[in-house]
């Protein structure tokens, strides 16, 4: 049994209605399908592209890293959002809500183990993770699922395409666990342990915000970076051919964004504001081309705080961000299919 884990209350999925029976005029309320993934009797999805959506209503990472907390909220308002959008996508595409695992009544040690086991068991149910934070927390506990869920399997180098304006490569007390600053350090630690490779290429990358240490720290750790003024002023395409290097010889790829990463124009609520942040058009033109390698495994969006969010910008930007990565899927394999 997962702990910490509650199945996701329907009523949340609710909006307007154009017509019951034409897909063409649905909107995802009217599609997802609710999982208990604690229920015994559930069967693997025996579809072409079935996705599952988990919350993980935390936000203990970023009180432990000083940050201003209120992403524990974040599920819920990135749902809200994401009810409104249209299915423009194939009727063989599924989404189902998967329910949220939290830290609230336990430690973030505990909690991301117990988010580690759900993701191993969407995986197992050939399900696609779509995961709402919570903090940014939540890639340790997300990533670890992963690694478990491969330990068994022939494609064991899994790589991380990260969005973020930190390197959160922080130290940390490996007894009693990390913050929202240290989940990249923890991953490289379990890889050393577990005698896997390490990948990690972040982009958006602050130098206001990080320490020269934390630069230090990724380039003895042989992670790739690019900053965030680099992708705003370069040629776009020349970040496409980093990003096809490094993919190049991965077997899975986990993608993870956090919301600071964009400018505060576009994402007001959250942990960790960015004046200098990304354009959302940016990321979308490098989040579909990793989604095009066919190797993506996850994806998760973190660090959506609604105390903060004026009009819900930021959880319609991150409904947004996870639109696009349902429909380039979809896209992708309903085309080939058709080929």
């Known amino acids: 049994m997962i702990k910490y884990y509650t199945p996701q209350d329907m009523t949340l999925w609710s909006g307007r209605i154009d017509d019951e029976n034409d897909f063409s005029a649905f909107r995802w309320h009217q599609w997802v399908q609710r999982i208990d993934l604690n229920d015994d009797s559930l069967k693997p999805f025996d579809g072409k592209l079935g996705f599952g959506i988990l919350g993980f209503e935390s936000d203990q990472g970023i009180e432990l890293n000083k940050g201003r907390y209120g992403a524990s909220a974040g599920p819920f308002a990135i749902r809200k959002e994401l009810s409104k959008l249209p299915c423009q996508f194939n009727q063989n595409t599924k989404i189902?809500?998967?329910?949220?695992?939290?830290?609230?009544?336990?430690?973030?040690?505990?909690?991301?183990n117990a988010l580690a086991d759900a993701v191993k068991k969407i995986l197992s149910l050939n399900l696609f993770p779509i995961l709402l934070g919570g903090g940014h927390e939540i890639a340790f506990g997300h990533y670890k699922g992963l690694s478990n869920y491969?330990?068994?399997?022939?494609?064991?180098?899994?790589?991380?395409?990260?969005?973020?304006?930190?390197?959160?490569l922080r130290p940390y007390d490996?007894?009693?666990?990390?913050?929202?600053?240290?989940?990249?350090?923890q991953i490289a630690d379990l890889c050393e342990e577990r005698g896997d490779k390490y990948n990690y290429f972040v982009m958006g990358i602050q130098k206001h915000s990080n320490?020269?240490?934390?630069?230090?720290?990724?380039?003895?750790?042989?992670?790739?970076?690019?900053?965030?003024?680099?992708?705003?002023?370069?040629?776009?395409?020349?970040?496409?051919?980093?990003?096809?290097?490094?993919?190049?010889?991965?077997?899975?790829?986990y993608i993870t964004i956090c919301s600071d990463v964009l400018?505060?124009?576009?994402?007001?609520?959250?942990?960790?504001?960015?004046?200098?942040?990304?354009?959302?058009?940016?990321?979308?033109?490098?989040?579909?081309?990793?989604?095009?390698?066919?190797?993506?495994?996850?994806?998760?969006?973190a660090e959506v705080s609604p105390?903060?969010?004026?009009?819900?910008?930021?959880?319609?930007?991150?409904?947004?961000?996870?639109?696009?990565?349902?429909t380039s899927l979809a896209n992708h394999i309903f085309d080939w299919a058709l080929v």
């Open 150 to 168: 491969l330990m068994d399997k022939e494609k064991k180098n899994l790589g991380i395409v990260s969005f973020d304006a930190h390197f959160d």
């Open 211 to 253: 320490t020269q240490s934390l630069f230090d720290t990724a380039d003895n750790l042989g992670a790739h970076y690019i900053l965030a003024k680099d992708i705003i002023n370069s040629d776009i395409h020349k970040i496409e051919q980093k990003l096809d290097d490094y993919i190049k010889d991965l077997d899975e790829i």
């Open 174 to 185: 490996k007894e009693k666990g990390g913050t929202s600053g240290t989940m990249f350090r």
């Open 263 to 301: 400018s505060t124009a576009y994402a007001p609520g959250v942990s960790a504001p960015q004046p200098l942040g990304l354009d959302p058009e940016k990321i979308l033109i490098l989040l579909k081309k990793v989604l095009q390698s066919g190797k993506v495994l996850s994806f998760d969006i």
């Open 307 to 326: 105390r903060f969010d004026h009009d819900s910008i930021t959880a319609n930007m991150a409904s947004i961000l996870i639109y696009a990565v349902v």
């Open 96 to 112: 189902f809500d998967c329910g949220n695992v939290t830290s609230k009544y336990t430690s973030l040690v505990e909690a991301q």
